[in-house]
């Protein structure tokens, strides 16, 4: 694609899953990708061993691209300002400047909203919301100091539109993200960087290994979508590389449901006024 040969991106939660399909294919279109991944927080299962092997497993796939890119890990909280400024400083040393940011780390906790602790939603948007326009701002902010165009992609959900209960965190805090693209695409549209989104659907990836591997779980799911299946982390990766691409040039503010048509309802594609 056009105008991504050459530059240099962060993913964030670049280890695993849509984030690691992104920055593998960045790195195909000649991007330098650093991959931004997170040790263990309190209370999570996987160890930082885990989650290192998974992140140099995806530098090692970049840097074997044809294409002249090379792979970087760094580690940070993007939750943590001071950790989101360390990492942009450290992948600025590596490659001399940041053009494009993907905004991909997220969390989400499962309970029924009469039960959920006040801590647990607060995590899921310090990540999610807090973490992503952390990063923003950060980016944005290299951009105008050095006079340069850019563009940043996030991740957000089917669900910054339809509702997922017993999620309620994640729900709230992809309903921001639909404002945080919008605002920041309207407020710098005039310095030529572009901000926008993809909203994936039901997604192909390890964290959803407990749907996909069981077969009347994962028919349960792409009832739902009328294109009759879920997608995959490489459907989503093309659309992000799309968007941070030349080939949007003229495209800011806008959310890419990638989705199979999901956000049409399908349970809706029959007729069921009284006409």
């Not at 885990?50 to 940070?76: I, P, T």
């Not at 989101?84 to 906790?109: P, S, Y």
């Not at 009469?114 to 952390?134: H, I, K, M, P, Q």
Request: hydrophobic share 40%; net charge negative; with cysteine.
């Amino acid at each position: 694609m056009r105008g991504l040969s050459g530059n240099t991106a962060i993913v964030t939660g670049g280890s695993s899953g849509i984030g690691q399909a992104i920055a593998i294919r960045l790195g195909e279109e000649g991007v330098n990708v650093a991959v931004n991944y997170v040790g263990p927080m309190e209370g999570a299962t996987a160890t930082r061993e885990a989650v290192e092997a998974g992140a140099n497993a995806c530098v090692e796939a970049v840097n074997a691209c044809q294409a002249s890119s090379r792979g970087f890990l760094v580690e940070a909280d993007v939750s943590d300002e001071a950790s989101v400024q360390r990492m942009f400083a450290d992948v600025r040393r590596e490659f001399g400047t940041v053009d494009f940011l993907v905004n991909n780390a997220g969390i989400q906790i499962a309970q029924n909203s009469d039960l959920l602790d006040a801590t647990a939603f607060d995590r899921v948007l310090t990540v999610n919301l807090r973490g992503s326009f952390l990063c923003a701002k950060e980016h944005i902010s290299q951009l105008l100091g050095d006079d340069r165009e850019g563009a940043i992609v996030n991740v957000s959900s089917v669900h910054q539109l339809i509702p997922k209960p017993k999620f309620l965190g994640y729900s709230v805090s992809k309903g921001g993200m639909q404002n945080l693209t919008r605002t920041l695409a309207l407020e710098y549209a005039d310095r030529g960087i572009r901000v926008n989104a993809i909203g994936p659907g039901a997604t192909v990836t390890p964290i959803n290994r407990a749907w996909v591997e069981d077969p009347e779980k994962r028919a349960l799911v792409t009832a739902h979508i009328p294109m009759g299946r879920a997608g995959d982390a490489e459907e989503m990766a093309a659309t992000t590389a799309f968007l941070l691409s030349d080939d949007a040039g003229y495209i800011t503010g806008q959310t890419i449901f990638v989705d199979g048509g999901l956000t049409l309802y399908n349970d809706f594609r029959g007729t069921w006024s009284s006409e």
